[in-house]
């Protein structure tokens, strides 16, 4: 099974918004509410920013939000800081009952 | 603080096998799922396999499905990840996870494993 695709790259300044879609199929993104992104720096283990397509666990910054349409869900990051500058990966939940990631975005801070 | 720490990577032959470990700390594994997911040099997380709280039910990725087993001592709530027919492919960063049946949330640093040809 093919990774959900993501953009490479995006970027964005200091203070803007950025939003990384992550797009799959009927049989993932499409067909479930279970949509959940990760921000990931190099050489540190993944954190969880968002699950269930925009709910965010605790102690996660409402700067981080989430929605879905159709086969595509959105990640956006409001109010850009410079440690935000990662690589961020989206999952789902798929027919298939395993999970699917996606390829991943690189997120540059201006 | 929960945490979840791995363990066991190595240097392996192509055609060899390992036994990764996952200890989980700092909170109650019931009810909870483990993830393994990986990533390979340069390229981007990609998930492995997962195991209910009580060993019950798993599944995995087409990439592993027959050379990977993923199993739970409940006794202890570790959980290992066996890694058979290794594949130079199989080069990676392993990560163990707890979370839902569709999420991953706490994350461990990872345990390298390098397949060599």
């Known amino acids: 099974q093919s990774a959900l695709a993501q953009p490479a790259s995006v970027s964005g300044s200091p203070g803007q918004s950025i939003t990384i879609s992550c797009t799959g199929t009927?049989?993932?993104?499409?067909?479930?509410?279970?949509v959940s992104w990760y921000r990931h720096h190099p050489g540190e283990a993944p954190t969880f920013l968002l699950y269930e397509v925009k709910n965010r666990p605790s102690g996660v910054s409402d700067r981080f939000s989430g929605s879905k349409s159709g086969n595509t869900a959105s990640l956006t990051i409001s109010g850009l800081r410079a440690e935000d500058e990662a690589e961020y990966y989206c999952?789902?939940?798929?027919?298939?009952?395993?999970?699917?990631f996606g390829g991943g975005t690189k997120l540059t801070v201006l | 603080e929960p945490q979840v720490v791995e363990s066991g990577g190595g240097l392996v032959q192509a055609g060899g096998s390992l036994r990764l470990s996952c200890a989980a700390s700092?909170?109650?594994?019931?009810?909870?799922?483990t993830h393994w997911a990986r990533q390979v040099p340069g390229l981007g997380l990609a998930w492995v396999s997962r195991i209910d709280s009580d060993g019950s039910s798993a599944s995995y990725a087409d990439s592993v499905k027959g050379r990977f087993t993923v199993s739970r001592d409940s006794a202890t709530s570790m959980v290992y990840l066996q890694l058979n027919s290794l594949r130079v492919e199989d080069t990676a960063v392993y990560y163990c996870?707890?979370?839902?049946?569709?999420?991953?949330?706490?994350w461990g640093q990872g345990t390298t494993v390098t397949v060599s040809s």
């Open positions: 700092g909170f109650t594994v019931r009810g909870l799922w």
């Open positions: 009927s049989g993932d993104v499409g067909g479930y509410d279970y």
């Open positions: 996870t707890s979370g839902s049946f569709s999420h991953l949330d706490v």
């Open positions: 999952s789902s939940y798929t027919n298939k009952y395993t999970v699917i």
